[in-house]
């Protein structure tokens, strides 16, 4: 279908899905560890900006031990509730 629309895009649909599929759920595994790590417990969720919420020194503390947490630190997640339906573990 879409080499019909972009007949000379030579673009690949599937790797290109198949990257982003990875680089959700490893974007979601960062966010998850954030909740449910080890001695996480000062991390919460803002439900109105869909993002990770917490003190200062929290995230301070947090990426000097994980540098690819730091991307959460102001931006937001909206797939977080959808991707744990998926990837958590019952």
């Known amino acids: 279908m879409l080499e019909n629309f972009l007949p000379h ?6 790797p ?9 759920e490893r974007d979601w595994a960062t966010v998850y560890d954030m909740f449910s790590g ?8 803002d439900e109105h900006r ?13 990426i000097s031990s994980h540098k690819a947490a730091g991307q959460f630190r102001y931006c937001s997640f909206p797939y977080y509730n959808q991707l744990t339906s998926i ?3 019952d």
């Open 9 to 14: 895009a030579v673009l690949k649909a599937k």
């Open 38 to 45: 080890k001695d996480n417990s000062s991390f919460g969720w």
């Open 50 to 62: 869909q993002m990770v919420a917490a003190e200062d020194a929290v995230w301070n503390s947090y």
């Open 87 to 89: 990837y958590s573990k």
């Open 16 to 24: 290109n899905l198949e990257s982003r599929i990875r680089t959700l």
